[in-house]
């Protein structure tokens, strides 16, 4: 799997605080690459928002993905429902369709 560039990371950040504040949520600011070495991903708050720092380079493209819906979450200290709830609807808003979850019984 490719990793992605640095105009999809932006339109995909993007994407992201839109939908965060058309929510009421904390739209984070995004930035690439973290500056503490050797993580994937950091967070950083300041009087204005929050910073979502995301390592691009080297990385699967949905893991990049994954660390932004994450970072999202986190900035906003969701709960575990509604932390399912906002991922499937990030994923979506990024193009990706949600697959049912269905259970086999025997």
Not at 30 to 52: Q, T
Not at 69 to 86: D, H, P, S, Y
Request: hydrophobic share 45%; aromatic share 4%.
């Amino acid at each position: 799997m490719e990793s992605g560039n640095a105009i999809e990371f932006a339109q995909a950040a993007r994407m992201l605080t839109t939908e965060a504040q058309r929510r009421g949520l904390v739209g984070p600011s995004y930035r690439c690459p973290p500056r503490i070495v050797g993580v994937d991903r950091s967070l950083r708050r300041h009087a204005s928002g929050v910073v979502i720092s995301v390592k691009l380079r080297g990385r699967p493209w949905a893991a990049v993905l994954a660390d932004m819906i994450e970072g999202v979450i986190v900035a906003n200290g969701l709960n575990a429902t509604q932390a399912i709830r906002l991922r499937g609807e990030l994923w979506t808003a990024l193009g990706f369709e949600a697959t049912p979850v269905t259970t086999r019984v025997a």
